[in-house]
């Protein structure tokens, strides 16, 4: 991704370049897909979706999907290329939320365990590898607080469930 022009992808300060747009339909798919498949698997446990699982995937791909957006933004792409692409994408977790739900029906604890294990790691890659950087960089040290505190909120919010 990053050699396709998408390096600074989920950055406020993202200057894209070449077909960037390409890089980021893929960065934010591959984010996606397997948060949406964990949301499939939570309607498998019954209830609905999980309170929880729902919030966090929000809250992690809002300031991405901002930060993209101005990204391609700054690129020269136009309002209605920018919302295409999103529509795409959501289109396409739709998919894997519905082939989390219908193809994983059954699916042992290891395969579960598995893909909420990825889907958890490529949300902390994102804030690892972006997010946090530059939230440091631009926030202080307050960030830090403010990310303890988003933790116990994610805990609060599993307990309600």
């Known amino acids: 991704l990053a050699r396709r022009g ?12 070449g077909d960037a747009s390409t890089a980021l339909v893929l960065g934010a798919v591959l984010d996606g897909i397997p ?4 949301i499939g698997l939570s309607l498998l446990a019954g209830g609905g979706v999980a ?7 929000f ?3 809002l300031p991405e999907s901002i930060s993209s957006s101005i990204g391609m933004r700054n690129a020269g792409a136009g309002t209605g290329h920018v919302l295409r692409v999103w529509v795409v994408v ?4 739709g998919a894997a939320a519905a082939a989390g739900y219908a ?3 059954g699916a042992g604890d290891d ?10 790691g490529a949300v902390l890659t994102m804030l690892a590898e972006t997010m946090m950087p530059e939230a440091f960089r631009d926030g202080g040290r307050a960030v830090g607080l403010l990310t303890v505190l988003g933790f116990a909120l994610a805990y609060l919010l599993s ?3």
Not at 6 to 17: G, L, Q, W
Not at 35 to 38: G, H, L, M, P
Not at 111 to 120: E, K, P, Y
């Open 103 to 105: 193809l994983l029906d």
């Open 6 to 17: 998408a390096r600074d992808r989920m950055s406020m300060r993202a200057e894209t370049r």
């Open 90 to 93: 959501t289109l396409v977790c």
């Open 59 to 61: 809250l992690s791909n």
């Open 111 to 120: 395969w579960v365990g598995l893909i909420q294990a990825f889907a958890g």
């Open 159 to 161: 307990t309600l469930e």
């Open 51 to 57: 309170v929880p699982v729902l919030t966090a995937v």
């Open 35 to 38: 948060e949406s498949a964990v």
